[in-house]
T-cell receptor, first 113, second 110 residues
């Protein structure tokens, strides 16, 4: 099993550009989520999904969209990139939300100029 | 949602010394999870605690959940250079979403 995969590993955008961060898992997990990690602030939840067709907002959803058309994939879209979105983005999955081990992808390092 | 405060933010120890990080909340926690993130890596699950006063051990790592379920600690005995990284606690609130502490960055000096 590949676990949780994310692409790209690194990305540089200009302010105002849009892009999609890809996330896929092959563990048949129902729950998937996106976090951003900034220095000294831990991981903050952006959006999450409890199953195909169901998504919801986390702590910091503004400027991001998600969709979940399949169990395996959970892409994160930046609509109009801003320098404040410079961060490391992690996708995670688990069998169910909350009290269960989360498996993290390797992350995408995004810089917005 | 649930908030967890983690201290210290940074810790430098000499190899062989012990290390402890603490996770505190003003409210009762349903559970606490601990993750380790190596430099440049991604968080990796270590353990979950759910019972009041629970203590679990993994080799040199000891995890505790307070009697009132408002705090937790991770203690590493005789640190090694392989212990370097950032240790996060996390808890699931009523919405079952994980909230992470800000982490403790451990440096082990050889």
């Amino acid at each position: 099993n590949a676990g949780v995969t994310q692409t790209p590993k690194f990305q540089v955008l200009k302010t105002g550009q849009s892009m999609t961060l890809q996330c896929a898992q092959d563990m048949n997990h129902e729950y998937m989520s996106w976090y951003r990690q900034d220095p000294g602030m831990g991981l903050r939840l952006i959006h999450y999904s409890v199953g195909a067709g169901i998504t919801d907002q986390g702590e910091v959803p503004n400027g991001y969209n998600v969709s979940r058309s399949t169990t395996e994939d959970f892409p994160l879209r930046l609509l109009s990139a801003a320098p404040s979105q410079t961060s490391v983005y992690f996708c995670a999955s688990s069998y169910y939300p909350g009290g269960n081990e989360q498996f993290f992808g390797p992350g995408t390092r995004l810089t917005v100029l | 949602g649930q908030q967890v405060m983690q201290i210290p933010q940074y810790q430098h120890v000499q190899e062989g010394e012990d290390f402890t990080t603490y996770c505190n909340s003003s409210t009762t926690l349903s559970n606490i999870q601990w993750y380790k993130q190596r430099p440049g890596g991604h968080p990796v699950f270590l353990i979950q605690l759910v019972k009041s006063g629970e203590v679990k051990k993994q080799k040199r790592l000891t995890f505790q959940f307070g009697e009132a379920k408002k705090n937790s600690s991770l203690h590493i005995t005789a640190t090694q250079t392989t212990d370097v990284g950032t240790y996060f606690c996390a808890t699931a609130g009523s919405a079952r979403q994980l909230t992470f502490g800000s982490g403790t960055q451990l440096t082990v000096l050889p």
